[in-house]
């Protein structure tokens, strides 16, 4: 059993889409949808939703960054490796 969390937005026509991954295509499934509408999670109007559902705040974004830098450190990629990756994802 494998479980996807994600933030959607259920269209005008009641139809909610979810992409599966590429891999799942042609398979039979047994889908559970369980859902908690985000007005209930007593976040303000305008708050910021990441694709996860979690609330965006400076902490979170601060972590984030944390977590990128400990990860760049780790990876430790040449910049000019990462140009010519940059370069070569944009021809597509």
């Given at each position: 059993?494998?479980?996807?969390?994600?933030?959607?937005?259920?269209?005008?026509?009641?139809?909610?889409?979810?992409?599966?991954?590429?891999?799942?295509?042609?398979q039979n499934l047994n889908v559970t949808i369980v859902f908690e509408?985000?007005?209930?999670?007593?976040?303000?109007?305008?708050?910021?939703?990441?694709?996860?559902?979690?609330?965006?705040?400076?902490?979170?974004?601060?972590?984030?960054?944390?977590?990128?830098?400990?990860?760049?450190?780790?990876?430790?990629?040449?910049?000019?490796?990462?140009?010519?990756?940059?370069?070569?994802?944009?021809?597509?």
């Amino acid at each position: 059993m494998q479980t996807i969390q994600l933030t959607t937005q259920v269209g005008k026509d009641g139809i909610l889409q979810v992409k599966m991954p590429e891999n799942m295509s042609g398979q039979n499934l047994n889908v559970t949808i369980v859902f908690e509408s985000i007005s209930e999670l007593n976040y303000p109007e305008n708050a910021q939703i990441n694709a996860w559902g979690k609330l965006v705040t400076l902490e979170s974004i601060q972590e984030t960054i944390q977590k990128m830098n400990q990860l760049k450190q780790e990876i430790n990629i040449p910049q000019q490796e990462l140009r010519e990756m940059m370069e070569e994802g944009r021809r597509f």
